[in-house]
C-alpha cells in the first residue's frame, strides 16, 4: 500500500484525534496537530515501520506521538500572567517571572514600550482616533486613512496632531 492511500484511510480518524486533543490545550490548533500526526506517519512510513500493523496500531501511535508532542512543547512554553503576579502579595518582580527573557535590555526596553503605549492608548484616546491609530499601524498612507474614515486628509494630520499632543502629556507623567 502506498502513503497516499494509507493517508486517506486514516485521515479522518487522525482529525478527530487532532481535534480531541486540542480541548485541552490552548497553545496548539488542531490543524497544526494533525499534521504533526501526519509527519508522524510519513516518517514512519518512510522508515517501514507501518507495513504488518493494523489501522487500530497506527492510530494509537499517532494518538501517543500527539500526546508527547504536546507534553514537550508544554513544558518548553512558560506562559505568564502579569495580573496574577502583581496581585501576590510576596516580594516576586517581573524579572523574577520572566526569567532569561528580563536579561536581554532590548526585551525590557520593547516590553516598556508595548505597556506605556497600551497605557496611553487606554486612557487617553476617544475611540475615532484609536481607529486612527490602528490603521495607522497598517501602514495606510493619510489619504488612505482619510477615505476608510470618512474625512479629508488633512483632518488625519490633524487628529494625528491631537494625538501626538496627548501622548506627549502622559510621556511627561513619567
Known sequence: MCFEE?????????????YRLNGHYR???HDDLYQEATIHLWSSFLEGKLGDKTDSYILQGCYFHLKNYIRKINERSNIISIDAALNTDDEATIGDLLGEYWACQDCRQDL?????????RNNGFNPREKRLLTYFSQGLTTRDIGKRMGVSHVSVVKMMRK????????????
Open 6 to 18: 494509507l493517508h486517506q484511510k486514516l485521515s479522518p480518524t487522525i482529525k478527530r484525534i487532532a
Open 112 to 120: 516598556h514600550n508595548k505597556l506605556l503605549a497600551q497605557s496611553i
Open 27 to 29: 497553545s496548539f490548533n
Open 163 to 174: 494625538i501626538r499632543a496627548k501622548s506627549q502629556k502622559h510621556l511627561d507623567k513619567i
